[in-house]
């Protein structure tokens, strides 16, 4: 009988659990943009692709994100990719209006030869907007994720 109470103690200790009230900083931040109506990317981007009637673009990251999350409006889909183990973050905002923020901007081109982007540094910020099929694109990002103009350029390329 002894023995039975030992090895329930021992692997009540061993299995993985979390103490009341405590939570990860992952879960924190997944629990906080959830409370601020974030939900999956694939839904997001499902419901402002029926509001709008057409086919969002979508980037290849430069990095394995650990939570993905989408909010969308019928004018608006906010995307936000986070990678909490290395700390770099991707925001991405899609909308219907067809206005570029081009103040203190540098003008680039984007591999289509076609869609002018702008491009902002204030470091360790990184932003670049574009138009495409009719949509405005608008990328927010912060070193670790994008440390200069060309990779900046490189991820705006990569939206398919």
């Given amino acids: 009988m002894k023995l ?3 090895l329930f103690i021992m692997i009540g200790f061993n299995l993985p659990h979390t103490v009341a009230g405590e939570s ?11 409370e601020d109506g974030y939900i999956e990317i694939e839904d997001a981007v499902a419901s402002f692709e029926d509001h709008q009637q057409m086919e969002v673009k979508l980037p290849r990251l430069p990095f394995h994100a650990t939570i993905a999350l989408g909010k969308a409006s019928p004018d608006t889909l906010t995307l936000q990719w986070f990678d909490t183990v290395n700390h770099a973050h991707i925001r991405v ?3 219907s209006r067809l206005t570029l923020n081009k103040s203190h901007a540098v003008a680039v081109t984007l591999k289509n030869g076609v869609n002018k982007a702008f491009y902002r540094e204030d470091l360790p910020h990184h932003t670049l907007s574009f138009l495409s099929n009719g949509l405005t694109y608008d990328i927010y990002t912060s070193e670790p994720a994008v440390t200069n103009q060309r990779e900046m350029v490189e991820f705006a390329n990569s939206f398919n």
């Fill in 4 to 6: 039975w109470c030992v």
């Fill in 24 to 34: 990860t900083p992952e879960q924190a931040l997944l629990e906080d943009m959830q």
């Fill in 93 to 95: 905002t899609i909308g």
